[in-house]
């Protein structure tokens, strides 16, 4: 019995042991990429960072909502690809544990986001744009995934100063929520035309993160009410993957994109969990059965056919967090090992000589100009993937 415990553990160790190496180097890649777009994109002017690299020279202020801004010419990224590399640095500390990535958040990258910061209008919350440039849209969504990384962050630093900033948030996310269509938030402050999934998942989302850290009930019940009104409106019956928005004649915006079945995984997870409601868990199932058979297609690469997502990596990465939160309660792998498959690939196959990934993971298409946000996402992918 003795020699079979002995021979038994022997086995074990080089399983362990590459499970170890595994991680790190994940972590090596997201800390790699993180200090190639750091390098690459920096705009020293602003303590910010470029929307492509190299710059485009066309791109230009889009999103604005002040009549009387003269300020077209893009200096720096607009919030959503900046807030990618706050989740990149949020999930590094988590998975890590190491200072450097805590350091960085603490002074640089969240003062930097805090030049988004929008004081002039109540609610208070982050614009589209730096204020420097006057007022720019507000999103809804925006925000959500900000408030989303200040709980995790919370969560692993215990620094109030995000919880706090995270349940601001939360009161301007849900400033947006009306009784038009029975409920639900809409996209954008100054466009109020639709209901979509990407503001109404992620606010189920936050919704449970805020309920886990402060055991508020009315976090619970606001999380189920957008969830339900989210399943009940924008899920295709047919296949379970989300439709984008409806707008208010109730018209619905039929496209279909990875983020938004990833994040009504991720909430219906998250909402299991807290109930020990089962059908929260089957729908997660079923909308993580139905993404990986309609958004996976095959490509032609250097090694041989193989199924890839999107040319939309922040979209898929956000997928991931749905996958990765189911796969950790029902232990089916099949999905995260579809995503990891493809991060893989673009890594050893794809990269550029600045070290840099296309939008399209395959390689097929080849990007010019390197979006900031379909990079930076990639840290925190690499950087989850290195705990599994």
């Not at 791109?59 to 801004?69: L, S």
């Not at 300020?71 to 200072?99: D, H, I, R």
């Not at 996209?187 to 998942?201: D, M």
């Not at 991720?266 to 990986?292: E, I, S, W």
Request: aromatic share 14%; hydrophobic share 30%; net charge positive.
């Amino acid at each position: 019995m003795r020699k079979f415990f002995i021979t038994s553990t022997l086995l074990l160790i080089p399983l362990f042991l590459s499970a170890q190496l595994g991680g790190k180097l994940y972590q090596q890649r997201a800390d790699s990429l993180l200090q190639r777009i750091l390098s690459l994109y920096e705009v020293k002017k602003y303590g910010l960072l470029m929307e492509t690299y190299p710059r485009n020279p066309k791109q230009q202020i889009t999103y604005t909502a002040d009549t009387g801004n003269e300020v077209t010419q893009q200096e720096v990224s607009f919030l959503w690809p900046y807030s990618a590399m706050v989740s990149g640095c949020v999930s590094l500390y988590k998975t890590s544990g190491e200072k450097k990535y805590k350091k960085l958040m603490d002074r640089q990258i969240k003062p930097g986001l805090d030049r988004y910061w929008d004081s002039t209008r109540l609610p208070e919350c982050y614009q589209s744009y730096p204020a420097f440039a006057g007022k720019n849209d507000r999103y809804y969504d925006d925000n959500d995934w900000v408030a989303i990384d200040f709980c995790d962050y919370y969560v692993a630093t215990r620094n109030q100063e995000y919880l706090r900033k995270a349940i601001a948030l939360h009161d301007y996310i849900y400033s947006g929520w009306s009784d038009e269509l029975g409920g639900g938030i809409y996209w954008c402050e100054q466009k109020k035309t639709s209901k979509n999934t990407c503001s109404n998942a992620p606010a189920t989302v936050l919704c449970m993160k805020l309920y886990n850290i402060t055991k508020d009930r009315k976090y619970l019940e606001q999380a189920k009410e957008t969830y339900r009104w989210t399943r009940d409106n924008l899920r295709d019956p047919s296949d379970f993957v989300y439709w984008d928005n409806v707008n208010l004649k109730g018209k619905i915006g039929y496209a279909k994109y990875t983020y938004n079945s990833g994040q009504m995984i991720q909430a219906g997870v998250l909402l299991y969990q807290a109930t020990g409601d089962k059908q929260y868990l089957t729908d997660a199932q079923q909308t993580a059965r139905g993404a990986h058979q309609h958004f996976l297609k095959p490509q032609p690469t250097v090694r041989g056919e193989m199924l890839f997502y999107p040319s939309s990596p922040w979209f898929n990465v956000i997928l991931f967090r749905g996958l990765k939160a189911l796969y950790q309660v029902d232990k089916d792998d099949t999905y995260v090992k579809a995503m990891i498959a493809n991060a893989d690939y673009a890594w050893r196959y794809t990269r550029d000589e600045n070290g840099l990934l296309n939008n399209d993971w395959s390689g097929n298409r080849k990007d010019r100009f390197k979006s900031l946000l379909e990079n930076s996402c990639m840290i925190e992918l690499y950087s989850e993937i290195s705990e599994l």
